[in-house]
């Protein structure tokens, strides 16, 4: 018997052990890692066992959100990814799925943007054009027209930044 099935034994010999001392519908769950080596890592446990439960158990006695680890790395990547395709509105996520919330805040971004874009086009317009008729009526404020002109730059410089 390989040392690796010894172990798997002993575990199992000892879980059932422990799960007799344990309150009536504590579930168990043994890890065994070590670092740098995943492929030796050893998961063993109960049957019907939530690993979601034990996340929440392993939060409860100090987990932090706050850790660097590939878990956490990878949902965050899902979530932007989710952000990102909802701004494009684009590969929506299957109906029900969790990341649907994600893909609509950024769907909903997107139009936001794309109406406040289509209001700084029509103001910057209007301003050109109410600067342009006070100019041919032949009467204004210099200082309007300096205003309006740098006015028109601010808006100019944030729609090239959005490529409108």
Not at 10 to 29: H, N, Q, R, W, Y
Not at 117 to 127: G, I, M, Q, S
Request: proline content about 4%; aromatic content about 6%; overall charge negative.
């Amino acid at each position: 018997m390989s040392s690796m099935n010894r172990f798997h034994e002993t575990a199992s010999d000892a879980l059932e052990k422990i799960s007799a001392s344990v309150p009536e519908g504590a579930k168990l769950c043994l890890t065994i890692y070590t670092p740098e080596k995943p492929e030796l890592d050893i998961v063993l446990q109960d049957k019907w066992l939530d690993l979601d439960e034990v996340v929440s158990t392993l939060r409860r006695r100090g987990l932090s959100i706050d850790g660097d680890n590939a878990y956490k790395r990878d949902l965050l990547d899902s979530v932007v990814g989710a952000l990102a395709f909802g701004a494009q509105n684009n590969n929506p996520p299957p109906v029900g799925h969790w990341g649907q919330r994600f893909w609509d805040i950024g769907r909903e971004e997107r139009e936001l943007n794309d109406e406040l874009v289509a209001a700084l086009k029509l103001n910057r317009e209007n301003l050109c054009a109410c600067q342009a008729t006070i100019h041919l009526a032949g009467y204004f404020d210099p200082a309007y027209v300096n205003d309006a002109q740098a006015a028109m730059k601010v808006a100019d410089a944030v729609l090239a930044k959005v490529g409108a």
